[in-house]
């Protein structure tokens, strides 16, 4: 439209130029342009414009940052809600992103999946590893391919130049700030295991501060089984503990839901638990329904897993895409155990998930 209305204005300067400039003799009249002429002549400015707009289109495409986010599954657990939606969040057009998601608890299947995201050209893989283990091999392809890796929420066992960054959790931190608080509750400690996924960052962070204390003779671990962060599993673990008829005063699960299925199994059976009762109850991640079972005294610690990792990812995406350097490869985020008895109505509103 820009276009012919530009070539109507010329046509117009131009018969006044002529009648200004030309001899005294009389000018001929400018004829019409004929009905075929102008219609081609609308259809080339049309096309034109067609053309304009979709290179305008192509161009704002190319500007997307291609980016293959796999995670675990967002039913796994709040946490992984609650990181899954932080992503999803920052990820996204409006902020410069052209993102695709996959999610499984299965290592071969994220595998699989970032394979599939290296073949398909994105120009970053974001990874939680649903283990730490056997990712060597598709990370030396995404370094062949030119797309830079970037490690969130879980550590795994690789070289660090085959990835940018790692924006996780101190998973062994996790597990020892928990386990010197279960020490400092007294002696005699008799505690049930409830592990998450095995071979994950945060099993192997949970458990392997427990597994010390118990291999010290500081504590003694009654019962260890892997519930996969699922909370019915974790209850039948539980029932099943008490139906043996095995002594214990100490649930050790190493995610709240996972907590949350033991405490049915002790409500059924009608055994306390909580703030001085006859079962101490630890769970991880901080969801705000946990901490407030910890404020009614119902639980006696919670461990902070922080989901919000989003920001610190795009912040490093910012940085490479400028050229800068990552000056801190590892980025560990603060933490924190929230204990019964000194927890607030502010820590539930600032940590709560």
């Known amino acids: 439209m820009k276009k ?8 117009a300067t131009m018969v006044v130029g ?55 599954d967002p039913s796994e657990s709040g946490y992984r809600t609650a990181n899954d939606a932080d992503l999803q969040k920052m990820f996204c057009e409006e902020n410069g992103y052209d993102a695709d998601f996959s999610y499984s608890l299965k290592n071969d299947e994220q595998v699989a999946a970032a394979q599939k995201y290296i073949t398909d050209g994105v120009n970053y893989l974001l990874l939680s590893a649903a283990d730490t283990a056997g990712w060597d091999s598709v990370l030396k392809d995404a370094q062949t391919a030119g797309v830079k890796v970037i490690l969130f929420d879980r550590v795994i066992d690789a070289d660090e130049s085959l990835y940018e ?7 062994d931190k ?25 071979g994950s960052a945060a099993q192997k962070g949970r458990s392997g501060a427990l597994d010390a204390a118990a291999a010290e003779g500081k504590l003694e671990i009654v019962e260890q089984q892997t519930a996969d962060w699922d909370q019915q599993q974790a209850m039948e673990i539980v029932q099943n503990v008490i139906n043996a008829k ?30 001085g009762k006859d079962v101490i109850i630890m769970g991880f991640d901080c ?67």
């Open 165 to 171: 960054a790692s924006i996780v959790s101190d998973m």
């Open 246 to 275: 095995k002594d214990f005063n100490v649930i050790y699960a190493e995610n709240d839901g996972m907590a949350q299925g033991a405490v049915e199994a002790l409500d059924a059976a009608g055994i306390s638990h909580g703030v």
């Open 18 to 72: 002529l009648a200004a400039c030309g001899s005294k003799e009389e000018a001929e009249p400018t004829p019409a342009p004929a009905a075929d002429d102008a219609a081609d002549a609308e259809s080339d400015a049309a096309d034109d414009a067609t053309t304009d707009d979709a290179a305008d289109a192509e161009e704002g495409d190319a500007e997307l940052i291609k980016v293959g986010i796999i995670n675990n």
């Open 4 to 11: 012919k209305v530009l070539a109507v204005l010329m046509a």
């Open 287 to 353: 969801n705000k329904w946990a901490l407030e079972e910890l404020k009614k005294g119902n639980w006696n610690y919670d461990g902070q897993c922080n989901p919000f990792q989003a920001s610190y990812i795009d912040e490093v995406i910012k940085k490479l895409e400028a050229g800068e350097a990552i000056e801190e490869k590892t980025i560990i985020l603060e933490e924190k155990g929230f204990d019964a008895t000194t927890i607030t109505d502010e820590d539930i509103e600032n940590y709560g998930i």
């Open 174 to 198: 996790e597990g020892q700030t928990a386990v010197d608080w279960l020490l400092q509750q007294g002696d005699d400690l008799k505690v049930v295991h409830i592990q998450g996924h095995m």
